[in-house]
């Protein structure tokens, strides 16, 4: 077959959807590690999920009795620092918690916020976050945002010649 009649999905790399450039492999480590937390708490999770805001949410996960949780990761000290926006979360979420790994100093995360160590492997959580109820209205949407994402992504992963057509996740 020539190369400009190849199936659009052999030209066409879809996207890493942990990754969006900025992550650094610590903070991946750190993602999978959380991540593997909150699938064993029976969570789902997804990884940067654009909220109304236009916030990006590291970790969105959804509970079994329907709760929000936002999991934000920090790997360094200057990352937490460089973070100033991590309040506004808590506006899409019932609890929010920062996960770190076991390197970075534990007393510059807030008490407002829950905090899990994850090595990468797993993760534990060492304070739990403070809930602060979502509204109905609020956790409708934010829910109905996260089932869209994830719908999305599985389509781009058994259809990737959709990739190309809907850009939009």
């Known amino acids: 077959m020539e190369p400009?009649?190849?199936?659009?999905?052999?030209?066409?790399?879809l996207d890493d959807p942990l990754k969006d450039g900025r992550q650094s492999e610590t903070a991946l480590k750190v993602w999978r590690g959380a991540a593997r937390l909150l699938r064993q708490l029976d969570f789902a999770?997804?990884?940067?999920?654009?909220?109304?805001?236009?916030?990006?949410a590291d970790l969105l996960a959804l509970g079994p009795k329907h709760e929000l949780w936002i999991v934000e990761v920090k790997s360094s000290?200057?990352?937490?620092?460089?973070?100033?926006?991590?309040?506004?979360?808590?506006?899409?979420?019932?609890?929010?918690?920062?996960a770190?790994?076991?390197d970075v100093p534990l007393e510059i995360f807030p008490e407002?916020?829950?905090?899990?160590?994850?090595?990468?492997?797993?993760?534990?959580?060492?304070?739990?976050?403070?809930?602060?109820?979502?509204?109905?209205?609020?956790?409708?949407?934010?829910?109905?945002?996260?089932?869209?994402?994830a719908a999305h992504r599985l389509?781009?992963?058994?259809?990737p010649d959709g990739v190309r057509l809907?850009?939009?996740?």
């Not at 999770?45 to 654009?50: D, R, Y």
């Not at 937490?80 to 506004?88: G, H, S, Y």
């Open 77 to 98: 000290i200057a990352d937490f620092r460089a973070d100033t926006k991590w309040p506004d979360y808590r506006l899409h979420c019932d609890r929010l918690y920062f």
């Open 100 to 102: 770190t790994h076991p």
């Open 112 to 149: 407002e916020a829950g905090l899990i160590v994850s090595d990468g492997f797993g993760a534990e959580i060492l304070r739990e976050a403070p809930e602060h109820k979502l509204a109905a209205a609020t956790r409708k949407s934010v829910t109905h945002r996260f089932a869209r994402h």
């Open 166 to 169: 809907f850009q939009s996740y």
């Open 45 to 56: 999770c997804l990884p940067e999920v654009t909220l109304a805001s236009a916030r990006r």
């Open 4 to 13: 400009d009649h190849q199936p659009l999905a052999g030209r066409i790399q």
């Open 155 to 159: 389509h781009n992963l058994s259809d």
